[in-house]
């Protein structure tokens, strides 16, 4: 599955949910191969070395169902702009991606586009992934190479 409008709207939609309009918030949503749609919010917490990216829950979630993930994006409302924002994934989260490999597409702002925001690959979002210098080739590791 590709990263499109209805998963932007599934992220947004579950942020509703969680937060009043008004509030600011965010949330994910994830494209899993067979189609399936999961979402998450970030744990907040007093203590900011828990909290956890809004991404975190739904790619737990594929890992236990063994499932692999095509697309991800994360959406975040800020108020006092009035608006929603597409959010890159940050560095750990591009990590977590990387088990289902360097063609994942994630949503990144594009002022230069209507919707705000454009699809990448994490191939094109991180093209000098450390990873690499660990492989024969000096590829994007396989699959099987995260998992310990």
């Not at 189609?35 to 007093?46: A, H, K, M, P, Y």
């Not at 289902?100 to 990144?108: E, F, H, L, S, Y």
């Not at 919707?115 to 450390?130: C, D, I, K, Q, S």
Request: hydrophobic share 35%.
């Amino acid at each position: 599955m590709q990263l499109d409008q209805n998963l932007v709207d599934a992220a947004i939609a579950q942020m509703d949910r969680r937060w009043p309009p008004g509030e600011q918030g965010g949330a994910a949503a994830l494209y899993l191969n067979d189609g399936q749609i999961l979402t998450s919010v970030g744990l907040d917490n007093l203590n900011g070395g828990v909290s956890l990216c809004h991404e975190t829950g739904a790619i737990c979630q594929a890992y236990t169902l063994d499932k692999k993930i095509t697309a991800s994006v994360c959406v975040y409302r800020d108020p006092e702009r009035e608006r929603v924002l597409v959010l890159p994934p940050c560095g750990i989260c591009q990590e977590r991606l990387a088990l289902w490999g360097p063609d994942v597409q994630v949503g990144v702002p594009d002022d230069s586009s209507a919707t705000g925001w454009r699809a990448r690959t994490l191939r094109e979002v991180n093209p000098f992934y450390w990873g690499s210098q660990f492989t024969e080739d000096g590829t994007w590791p396989a699959p099987e190479v995260h998992f310990s």
